[in-house]
């Protein structure tokens, strides 16, 4: 590994990080979608920080970005609190229309100065390392590595400072209000970091790339967990990982940084969509076709209490009462079976003692309306589940 | 020509897209595209304008789908699976574009104009093209109308009619991801969602109807391609997607400061006029208690006692009296017979608004 390389890797991991925190709280918050909107919307700041300053790294031009950010997040609130259109119109005819101005203003203006828009959107993480900053005539390092590092301790240092206020207002705005902490600052607040931090790792990165940067290591652990913490932790991590793995993969293939490692967030995001142990994909339908199995048995026990007669509790004619195909009969007998529910008698099928206790009590539940107790009572008195 | 019409086609679908609260949905799709742009010239090698329209077709309709899918099957909300996709996608695009370019290919060069899009590319083969999926579109919509409206505004009543919810739902979004994909060549990936949307948004504000809506919103859609156009067409180095998205928003500015029922203005007005009427009745229901008063109604008081009163300005006196509900005898006012019937009915019409 070359000295290069080390930092192309170390600019890609803090840009993940810092990416990853305000994510997660754009997520909960369900305004994902605004991420997108600053990171296309920071365009006029940008391209009006370049014809002053003349320089790609100037604070200036984040700061001028980070003002352009606010005032898309300004203009998307005020134009949906007009009520013509909803928040998702009103975000969709903003943006465009800030990016379509910086476009046409680097088009007019900025043709022969190196400044293009794949520039700005694609970014190029491979060419970061030879952007040294110099300071006192000795190199510190690359410069978009002090630019990311530096908003990130900000990031970091505003995370533990208002960690609390943060968590309150993002899942209760109201008590939030009236502990005494505006939301509407915090909402600011958080949207300014999601500008500022957008523009900082913009030209290491592009804006697509923030854009999947934020959300989806956030969302990947949005499935995994519900607890805040755990989640900010998670997504550090994942942002991180694919950050790492994601500039091997390019390497190996030759291709553009910033694609292989939204690709990586991609295939991460899917293994964790199919195989979350609760909300993913195949657990969903396993947990499903479980309840499916369950509501059957809870069905066939309550049919056998109901009768007594000795034709109706007959096997064969149990199948066609209840008029359950011939294998999930078969399912549905067999978890009662092994649950200790009924025992068959010569073909006669009649509830234990268990079963008749489980029965009425799943009885009781139904007429008193109170259905979810259900789930409950299925912990204490199942041995296998469906 | 290219332009308007794709223009119109857009506008017509994009009404459904923002009724329907999918907005972005547009923004994703065409983001999504990218990918299945970069696989079909894998694929074919070749950069046959069709096919790789096809891919991207593919692709966005699979983009559209793993939308819902997450939507409906895990917690997460639909702004976080649009943002998801769209970046995703949009990354694995340019993965496999920067890919394309280390190809010994010499067809590679111009893959990238599908990014910021280029009107002046299109050849005759394109127009004829998206005219007739516009013609498509229009005689689906025609034939499909009432499903699509009675869909739109309550989809539980229309599954409990009987149709096919499921298949209608698919059909409309294929259709949005077809324009999509068409305008991708003309406007670029990232300002086509704005092509879809400033249509659509501006028709809504000059009318409830869907059948006016989409109609104005294919004409607005249309103008604003020929326009966009034209002005681009003036200058150099004006690419003609930003020119086409910022007349378009144009439109919709103007739609919402000056339509008639919803725009800023009528409202601000309607709200100054309010709030003048108020003041003249509470005026006037003030002078009806001291009237009530005496015997006879005509009794003059002086100015004065209504200094105290804080609806009141000399204009709204002046005007009670230009409608003969009061006389001015110097400083002195006094009730008609009209308008001490007016405030006792006022006053009727007040109490009953309170029960």
Known sequence: MSNAQIEIQLIASLVAIACAIPGTFLILRKMAMISDAISHSILPGIVIGFFITQDLNSPLLILLAALTGIITVVLVERIQRTGLVKEDTAIGLVFPVLFSIGVIMIAKNANDVHLDVDAVLLGELAFAPFDRLLVGGVDVGPKSLWVIGSILMVTVGLLFAFFKELKVSTFDAGLSASLGFSPVVIHYGLMTVSSVTTVGAFDAVGAILVVALMIAPAASAYLLTTDLKKMLLLSIGFGVFSAISGYWFAHWLDASIAGSITTMLGLLFLVVYLFAPTKGLIAVFYREKQQRIEVSLLTFLLHLKNHNEEVERHVNHLREHINWQKVRAKTVLELALKNNMIVIDEDIVSLTKKGNAFTSKAIDYIITNEDSQIEDMKDDFFLFRG | ?355
């Open chain 2, 1 to 355: 020509m290219g332009t308007a019409i794709l223009g119109a086609v857009c506008g017509m679908l994009g009404s459904f897209a923002v009724l329907r609260k999918q907005s972005l949905l547009g923004d994703a799709i065409s983001h999504a595209a990218l990918p299945g742009i970069a696989i079909a010239f894998l694929i074919t090698g070749a950069k046959d304008s069709n096919v790789l329209l096809l891919g991207a077709l593919v692709s966005g309709l699979i983009g559209t789908f793993w939308i819902r899918g997450i939507i409906t099957k895990t917690h997460l909300k639909s702004d976080t699976a649009l943002g998801l996709i769209l970046s995703l996608f949009f990354g694995f695009g340019m993965l496999l574009l920067t890919f394309i370019q280390k190809q010994p290919n010499a067809n590679q060069a111009g893959l990238d104009k599908y990014l910021f899009g280029q009107a002046a590319t299109l050849v005759e083969s394109d127009v004829w093209l998206m005219s007739i999926v516009t013609g498509i579109c229009l005689v689906v919509l025609l034939l499909f109308w009432k499903e699509f409206k009675i869909l739109l505004f309550d989809a539980d009543y229309t599954k409990t009619l009987g149709f096919n919810t499921k298949f209608i739902d698919v059909l409309i979004t294929s259709f949005i991801v077809l324009a999509i994909v068409l305008g991708l060549q003309t406007v670029g990936v990232v300002l086509m969602s704005a092509m879809l949307l400033a249509p659509a948004a501006a028709a809504r504000q000059w009318t409830n109807s869907l059948g006016v809506m989409v109609f104005l919103a294919a004409i607005f859609g249309a103008f604003s391609g020929v326009f966009g156009t034209a002005i681009s067409a003036t200058q150099n180095n004006l690419s003609t997607g930003p020119v086409i998205v910022l007349v378009a928003s144009v439109f919709v500015l103007f739609s919402f400061v000056f339509s008639p029922s919803r725009g800023l203005l009528f409202k601000q007005i309607r709200f100054i006029k309010n709030r003048r009427d108020l003041k003249l009745h509470k005026t006037l229901a003030f002078m009806y208690n001291i009237a009530e008063t005496h015997d006879d109604i005509s009794h003059p008081h002086t100015i004065k006692i209504l200094n105290n009163f804080q609806g009141f300005t000399r204009r709204t006196l002046q005007k009670l009296v230009d409608r003969g509900y009061v006389i001015l005898e110097g400083a002195m006012w006094s009730l008609t017979e009209e308008g001490f019937k007016v405030a006792s009915n006022l006053y009727n019409q007040l109490t009953e608004d309170n029960e």
